[in-house]
T-cell receptor, first 112, second 111 residues
Framework: EAGVAQSPRYKIIEKRQSVAFWCNPISGHATLYWYQQILGQGPKLLIQFQNNGVVDDSQLPKDRFSAERLKGVDSTLKIQPAKLEDSAVYLC??????????FGPGTRLTVL | QKEVEQDPGPLSVPEGAIVSLNCTYSNSAFQYFMWYRQYSRKGPELLMYTYSSGNKEDGRFTAQVDKSSKYISLFIRDSQPSDSATYLCAMPDNYGQNFVFGPGTRLSVLP
C-alpha cells in the first residue's frame, strides 16, 4: 500500500514570497490533515478535511494560509506572503477513521 | 498551562534498558491517547493508542493511562539503538478531532 506522498520535500524562499505544498493521501482515506511542525515542537494541526469539506481550521492563519482539497483526494496548502516564523516542516496525514493517522515525510520550508 | 506537556529530553540510555516516557495533559475531555514515534526527517508513525485507563501491551511497548492524574506513559523494554527517535504523545478532543500533540521527548539508545 502506497503511503502519503508530499512534494516538494524541501523549499527555500524569501520572506513575502508565496509557496505551495502538495499532498496525495492514501487511497480511500476520507480524512486529510495538514500540520505545522516547528523545530523542537510537536505537530500543530492547521486544517482537517473530511472528503471535500473543512472539519476544523481554527488554527489556520487565514490571512496568509489557505488550503483546498479538490475532489476529495489531493490537497494543496499555500502560504502567501510567507514570514520568517513560517519556517517549519509541513506534514500531511490521512486517515480512514478517527484514530490512526498516517503521515507523509513532510515538506521542510525555510523562509529567509 | 499547555494542554499537553512532555519532558523534551534528550534522554540517553544504554541498550537493553527499560525506558519510561511520560505526558501530562490538562483537558479532562481527552478520551483517546496515542504514542507516535518520529525518526529524524521523517513523519510521525503511530506506535500505540489506548482508550481507557490501565495498561496496553504490544511487544516491547506498554502504554499506561491514568485519567485521574491526567498522566500517560510509554514503557519500552529491552531498548534497542533502532528505538532512538522522538516520541510524541497525542490526544484528540472528544469528537475525535483537533489532535493535540505534545512537544516530544528525544530518546537515544546507545549500543
Amino acid at each position: 500500500e502506497a503511503g502519503v506522498a508530499q512534494s516538494p520535500r524541501y523549499k527555500i524562499i524569501e520572506k513575502r514570497q508565496s509557496v505551495a505544498f502538495w499532498c496525495n493521501p492514501i487511497s480511500g482515506h476520507a480524512t486529510l490533515y495538514w500540520y505545522q511542525q516547528i523545530l523542537g515542537q510537536g505537530p500543530k494541526l492547521l486544517i482537517q478535511f473530511q472528503n471535500n469539506g473543512v472539519v476544523d481550521d481554527s488554527q489556520l492563519p487565514k490571512d496568509r494560509f489557505s488550503a483546498e482539497r479538490l475532489k476529495g483526494v489531493d490537497s494543496t496548502l499555500k502560504i502567501q506572503p510567507a514570514k520568517l516564523e513560517d519556517s517549519a516542516v509541513y506534514l500531511c496525514a490521512s486517515s480512514l477513521g478517527a484514530v490512526e493517522q498516517f503521515f507523509g515525510p513532510g515538506t521542510r520550508l525555510t523562509v529567509l | 498551562q499547555k494542554e499537553v506537556e512532555q519532558d523534551p529530553g534528550p534522554l540517553s540510555v544504554p541498550e537493553g534498558a527499560i525506558v519510561s516516557l511520560n505526558c501530562t495533559y490538562s483537558n479532562s475531555a481527552f478520551q483517546y491517547f496515542m504514542w507516535y514515534r518520529q525518526y529524524s526527517r521523517k513523519g510521525p508513525e503511530l506506535l500505540m493508542y489506548t482508550y481507557s485507563s490501565g495498561n496496553k501491551e504490544d511487544g516491547r511497548f506498554t502504554a499506561q493511562v491514568d485519567k485521574s492524574s491526567k498522566y500517560i506513559s510509554l514503557f519500552i523494554r529491552d531498548s534497542q539503538p533502532s528505538d532512538s527517535a522522538t516520541y510524541l504523545c497525542a490526544m484528540p478532543d472528544n469528537y475525535g478531532q483537533n489532535f493535540v500533540f505534545g512537544p516530544g521527548t528525544r530518546l537515544s539508545v546507545l549500543p
